[in-house]
């Protein structure tokens, strides 16, 4: 048996169809919602946020006493969404930051490892850096298909394509 769930969107973009059209690090944010939630997803959002401890800080109001956050960032990745895309962080910074805005229990792991970093960079150069991008690819393509793939296990957090977090309020 499935509980009812309550969904509610946010984005600057009014164009996304949010149900709330505005900046997550707007002033007394969680005040003019005038409502909390138990859980707060922000997916590959904070490197567009330039004031993001504002940001954090409204998420942390937006919680529940007990409320969780669950968020994404890269780290590998090129710039996208141009021209609002500010920032990239590491995971010490991500735990600084959560830690600055108050939330507890932080847990923050690694997406992928420096071969995913090598490989995805590659591909991605083939859709956007013309033929030299098509040239990397050349060479980075045997070796995603011929080389020896290390363990997942092998995790590194110097050399990820991003991190996922957790906070607790």
């Known amino acids: 048996q499935y509980s009812a769930y309550s969904i509610v969107t946010l984005d600057i ?22 409502k909390t939630f138990d859980l707060v997803l922000i997916v590959e959002v904070l490197e567009h946020i330039p004031k993001y401890e504002e940001a954090l800080d409204n998420v942390y109001q937006l919680l529940k006493p007990g409320g969780i956050l669950v968020g994404t960032t890269p780290w590998s990745t090129p710039l996208h969404d141009k021209p609002f895309d500010f920032f990239r962080y590491t995971s010490y910074q991500i735990e600084k930051m959560l830690k600055s805005a108050q939330f507890k229990d932080i847990k923050i792991e690694s997406r992928g490892n420096l071969y995913d970093s090598i490989i995805y960079l590659g591909l991605r150069g083939l859709k956007t850096w013309g ?16 080389s020896k793939r290390p363990k997942r296990s092998l995790i590194l957090h110097d050399s990820c394509i991003g991190y996922n977090f957790t906070g607790r309020k």
Do not use: T
Not at 131 to 146: M, T, Y
């Open 131 to 146: 033929i030299k991008g098509k040239l990397l690819f050349l060479i980075f393509a045997p070796i995603s298909l011929f």
């Open 13 to 34: 973009n009014p164009d996304f169809k949010p149900d709330i059209v505005a900046d997550l690090s707007e002033e007394s944010l969680a005040s003019k919602i005038q």
